[in-house]
């Protein structure tokens, strides 16, 4: 079923391909049926996920589900053995969620991307490439296939900005592959070194099956990994080198303060589709990796500093409100606002207790439709007059009552009003923040004033803009094209809403999920605090 979900993309990607450019008006309609199935096999992978304690654990690969496991690259290295690398995928509670909002998240870009008008075929082939890549990192559970799908996203994102973004699109797009490319570079050299560290010990070979590299047992002494060998890379500890690489990495997709410049360039400049995914999938790969990978591998690391992660995630909550404050586009305040939220994700994991990654993961999920919402909110306004200035508009609930009550609803959902699911996410993040033994009470603190700050700029953004009597800067122009939203438009957002609104009222969707695997690897980073 992994296999058929990850792949299914870029077998529609190529019917696309092969379909001569006359019939550049199906394109449109291809993906969005490669987005749906997708969706559906989403949603039974999900209702068939079982859960239970027998299903909980981190360092055995009985603990994930839907697992399937093929020889991929075989080298005989003669006296040394030899070198396998497997495709290997399944998923967990964490992945299970992760997957499910992907999928829908895609849908809505798809429908979104129907406002694309040049080169069809070239868009829409990269963007279910995209797709392929996105849906592969989160089921890889070999490093090497993980890192192959992770560094894949780079490709289409790059050629998506570029090509078919705003003004300084080129710069954009630039700017966002230096970075991300900075980070997996350092990370391919990591991932050497746990491969030379780690036997799986069914064969004795070494290998790259992330689940082995989990266990400590696996290790083989005197390597560079080993937690007892004590090994240094310019006198400091090798496995804190590795998981400050990992983590500055996985940090950069997050993003986190002071590694965050990319991301306001790249939604300002990206077209809507593109900043949907950026924000609504890209982000939640950094906090994904950083549970999965840098907490799973390098748990001591993760318990020693996790004072400093909760800080970089405080930092980043109240930076990127501050930020969001301070802007004049629409899309530039999404942008910080992204910034913000994504800090409660470290602030929770920071934590390592059961509700800061439970609410951590829960505030993936949570920006993942709701971040999805603004950003396709904000191309509506903008495909129609092309400007997204705030002090252009004002009186915009008058001439689009239907948009302003799916802003309405995207706003006070963000802002973690009581019945949507950002208030359970940031709740259950501030309450781990304050239970851990490893933060001080300030850091959540801070963090709490970082929501006050949040209601600041989104209720000022809505009082701008659409209370008071109309006042449009392009005038009877501006007037004539803001017309309200259209059936396409409508259809994408309403699941959009409904979904921030189940999880609000009903967060078991997610914990139910999620609370074998989050027990899981706290109990096992708890054997590391001292």
Not at 297 to 311: D, K, Q
Request: aromatic share 14%; charged share 10%; proline share 4%.
């Amino acid at each position: 079923m992994l296999t058929l979900l990850i792949f299914l993309p870029i077998l529609f990607g190529f019917i696309i391909v092969v379909l001569p450019s006359s019939m550049r008006a199906s394109f449109k309609y291809i993906t969005l049926l490669a987005t749906l199935l997708q969706l559906a096999i989403s949603i039974y992978i999900y209702l068939n996920f079982k859960t239970g304690v027998a299903f909980g654990g981190i360092d055995h690969e009985t603990q994930f589900q839907f697992l399937q496991k093929l020889p991929w690259i075989h080298l005989n290295l003669g006296s040394l053995g030899t070198m396998q690398i497997d495709y290997f995928v399944g998923i967990d509670g964490i992945s299970v969620t992760l997957l499910l909002m992907t999928s829908i998240v895609m849908v809505v870009a798809a429908l979104s991307s129907w406002e694309i008008t040049s080169n069809l075929k070239g868009f829409f082939a990269l963007f279910l490439l995209l797709d392929m890549a996105l849906i592969g990192v989160f089921c890889s559970l070999d490093f090497f296939l993980f890192y192959i799908f992770y560094e894949l996203m780079l490709l289409p994102l790059y050629f998506l900005i570029g090509m078919w973004g705003g003004a300084r699109r080129e710069y954009a797009a630039i700017k966002f592959f230096l970075y991300t490319l900075f980070g997996s570079v350092f990370m391919l050299l990591v991932m050497i070194g746990l491969y030379l560290s780690v036997k799986d010990p069914a064969t004795g070979n070494h290998t790259f099956n992330m689940i082995q590299m989990m266990n400590p047992a696996n290790y083989t002494p005197g390597s560079i990994f080993n937690i007892l060998s004590h090994q240094t890379i310019f006198g400091i500890s090798a496995r804190i080198v590795g998981f400050v690489v990992l983590f500055v990495a996985f940090a950069i997709k997050v993003p986190i303060v002071p590694l965050h410049t990319w991301l306001p360039d790249a939604h300002v400049e990206a077209p809507t589709p593109v900043s949907i995914i950026l924000a609504g999938i890209l982000l939640k790969i950094g906090g994904y990796g950083i549970i999965r990978i840098c907490i799973g591998i390098f748990p001591e690391v993760a318990t020693s500093g996790a004072f400093w992660l909760g800080l970089l995630g405080v930092i980043s909550i109240l930076y990127g409100a501050f930020n969001a404050l301070a802007q004049r586009d629409f899309k530039r305040i999404i942008a910080y606002s992204s910034v913000s939220q994504m800090g409660f994700v470290l602030l929770g994991i920071a934590s390592q207790t059961t509700e800061g990654i439970s609410g951590a993961v829960f505030q993936m999920v949570s920006h993942g439709f709701l971040s999805a919402m603004l950003f396709f909110l904000v191309g509506v306004v903008y495909n129609r007059v092309h400007d997204r200035d705030i002090y252009n508009f004002r009186g915009l609930g008058t001439l689009m009552p239907k948009y302003m009550v799916f802003i309405m609803i995207a706003f006070f959902a963000s802002l973690g009003l009581p019945g949507f699911s950002t208030f359970i996410a940031e709740a259950f993040s501030l309450t781990g923040a304050f239970k851990s033994a490893l933060l001080p009470n300030w850091l959540a603190i801070c963090g709490a004033v970082g929501i006050l700050f949040s209601a600041c700029y989104f209720l000022w953004t809505l009082q701008r803009m659409f209370f008071g009597s109309v006042s449009l800067k392009g005038g009877d122009t501006w007037r004539a094209a803001l017309v309200d939203l259209k059936p396409r438009e409508i259809i994408a957002l309403i699941p959009l809403a409904l979904t921030a609104l189940a999880l609000g009222v009903m967060p078991s969707l997610v914990f139910d999920k999620i609370n074998d695997s989050v027990l899981a690897l706290v109990s096992f980073t708890k054997t590391f605090i001292r």
